[in-house]
């Protein structure tokens, strides 16, 4: 016999935008958004989540796997809606637990078109399918925000810290990533083709969480950054409570880039995420497939490692590790 489900749910309905205006006051409200269509001509939907207070007030739209293989957002968004009291709120709250429907059915980081959707926004409305698919993300979903927070993790082979990216030079976005808690903030105006860029275009402030790692979902991230997200809807005054305050300072960092090899073999990268070093230190040694040492890589700067390979196979312009400078 089929095994029978215990609970009976009313069949989600389909939309085509996200309009906050035909969403019931006082609950939560789960949507099916047809974005696109496929080969078959079959709708391929987003899933949509919204606590809509009593009392009306600022929107905020949280959005996670942009890429396909970036999970940690996605139970950050389902707890944080299961947390939510909207009879008690001022205010929206919209979460899109995934935005790459495709890639993350696929297991893959990018679309299928082998495009990297978060440096397409806002996208096309005629165009690539891609850019196409990134067009009505913005213009159905997130156009709608007065605030977006954009979860992400490490692509493959890399691991990160819990780290954001903001434009710290804009008050607003400022505050929104100090209340995150995080590890590590990265000084980062919006750059084209970003989620984030895509926002702050539309003067929507809008802040980057990089959650972990990829391919996995993190218990420690997913509540570091659900402490933070609660943190922002306090102090904007949707929902009720006292802001958590950090248990370690942030770390801010007014720069980062990556640091590549020049030749490939096999790599060993020696500091871990959130460990400083200083000019000179030893960062990386490569070996070849012998054995025997080829380079040993050093830092050129002070800095925090913010993110870092953990693949041992690394081909020429390899990355080793993400790091922070010009420390606050």
Known sequence: MEPQSLLIKEP???????DIEAVPRGKISHF????????MGI??????????????????GLTAVVHGNELNGIPVIQRLFKELDPENMVGTVVGIPVVNVP????KKRRFPDGSDLNHLMPGKPTGSVSEVYAYRVVQRIVRHFNYLVDLHTASFGRINSYYIRADLSNPV??????LQNAQI???????DGTLRGAADELKIPAITLEVGDP????????????????????????????????????????ASHWIYTDTGGILNVHPGVTDLVKKGDPIA????????????????????????????????????????????
């Open 215 to 254: 391919n996995k979902f993190q218990k420690g991230m997913i509540r570091s950054s659900l402490t933070g997200i609660h943190n922002l809807l306090i102090y904007l005054g949707i929902t009720e409570g006292i802001i958590d305050k950090p248990v370690n300072p942030t770390v801010i960092c007014d």
């Open 285 to 328: 040694s490569l070996y070849d497939i012998f054995g025997d040492l080829k380079m040993t890589y050093m830092a050129q700067e002070d800095g925090i490692i913010i993110g870092r390979s953990v693949n041992p196979v690394n081909q020429t312009g390899g990355r080793i590790l993400h790091l922070g400078t010009k420390i606050w």
């Open 32 to 39: 099916w958004l047809n974005l696109v269509t496929d080969g």
């Open 103 to 106: 890639s993350l059915l696929r």
């Open 12 to 18: 989600i309905p389909s939309i085509n935008e996200l």
């Open 173 to 178: 976005t400022r505050e929104m990533a100090m």
């Open 185 to 191: 903030i990265v000084n980062n105006p919006p750059s």
């Open 43 to 60: 709708p391929i939907k987003l899933p949509v989540i919204v606590a809509r207070g009593r009392q009306d007030g600022k929107v905020v």
